[in-house]
């Protein structure tokens, strides 16, 4: 797109790279009330930040600034922008978290994979940042999962051709494998900053444990891993989620009671030995019964 006048109008986003730009001629463009002038500013961003990413660090502010414009479009691009500068230069984003977090919430879901990518990557990269907001993010995949895009939902009330339909089923495919691969990776977040810092994450266990059991169970997998890994570097302080651990012995999925095991192994309860022993006669999964076996002889004691 080629622009004929305003700020960054002489900039071509094929060929732009962070010495055409200033912080200032960005955040002007991007504060245009013309959405051809900010989806501009948004594409010579993208070109500059793939051309150098860590020099972009500056930029950071206003870019995330417009993670909540009107224009969806502008959106998406001020993301794809923010990616290889996360990657480049993530001490950028000390103060960009919360956007983040309100990105992974966006009505849209191609926005909110982007919110997904970047909490992601700044979990690999500077888990620190995202010490402070373990409950945001908690609460951001405890609320109620997002409406697909629906295309579909005019399906019962419109006639379609078998054409339209196999179109509007492979597109409802389509978004809810982007959904549940950003609810992955965000709750893998959790598990990122547990790994890092436990002993900061060890206060936010409470909400964890809160949501653990009705989460859905990619997100529940991720959410007792995390309080593994705290239970693992100080079993006190993880006590307290010892009943929800009990509870997920009875949950439909095996991989889950798996993953309840081993927490509670790390937990070193001996009081929990018995309900172990149960599940390693009664649980339907022969590797569930053969690790809870194993884990109520380690409490065993001496």
Do not use: W
Not at 149 to 171: F, G, I, W, Y
């Amino acid at each position: 797109m080629v622009l004929e006048s305003g700020p960054l109008a002489d900039v071509d986003p094929e060929t732009a790279s962070v010495t055409d730009l200033s912080v200032t001629s960005v955040e002007r463009a991007l504060e245009s009330g013309d959405p051809l002038v900010r989806q501009h500013a948004t594409d010579v961003c993208v070109q500059a930040a793939v051309d150098d990413p860590a020099a972009m660090g500056p930029f950071v502010d206003v870019l995330v600034d417009a993670l909540d414009d009107e224009s969806v479009v502008v959106v998406q691009k001020a993301a794809a922008a923010l990616v290889p500068v996360a990657e480049a230069a993530p001490d950028a984003f000390g103060d960009a978290v919360d956007e983040l977090v309100a990105l992974y919430q966006h009505d849209v879901s191609t926005a909110r994979a982007y919110g997904a990518k970047l909490l992601g990557t700044l979990a690999v990269e500077r888990p620190a940042l995202l010490v402070a907001h373990v409950d945001a993010v908690v609460d951001a995949l405890d609320a109620p999962t997002q409406e697909l895009d629906a295309v579909s939902s005019t399906a019962d009330t419109a006639p379609v051709d078998d054409e339209v339909r196999a179109a509007m089923s492979q597109h409802d495919d389509a978004e809810l494998k982007r959904e549940q691969a950003s609810r992955e990776t965000v709750a893998n977040v959790v598990v990122a900053v547990a790994e890092a810092h436990p002993e900061a994450v060890a206060p936010h266990l409470g909400r964890i444990a809160d949501v653990t059991y009705a989460a859905p169970t990619i997100v529940a997998a991720a959410f007792v891993d995390a309080i593994a890994t705290v239970a693992e570097a100080d079993p006190d302080a993880a006590r307290d989620t010892t009943a929800v651990l009990l509870d997920l012995l009875d949950h439909d999925h095996p991989m889950l009671r798996g993953r309840a095991i081993r927490a509670l192994g790390f937990l070193g309860d001996d009081e929990t030995i018995d309900h172990l022993r149960q599940v390693a006669a009664e649980d339907p999964d022969a590797d569930v019964r053969s690790l809870a076996a194993e884990t109520a002889d380690f409490l065993e004691p001496n």
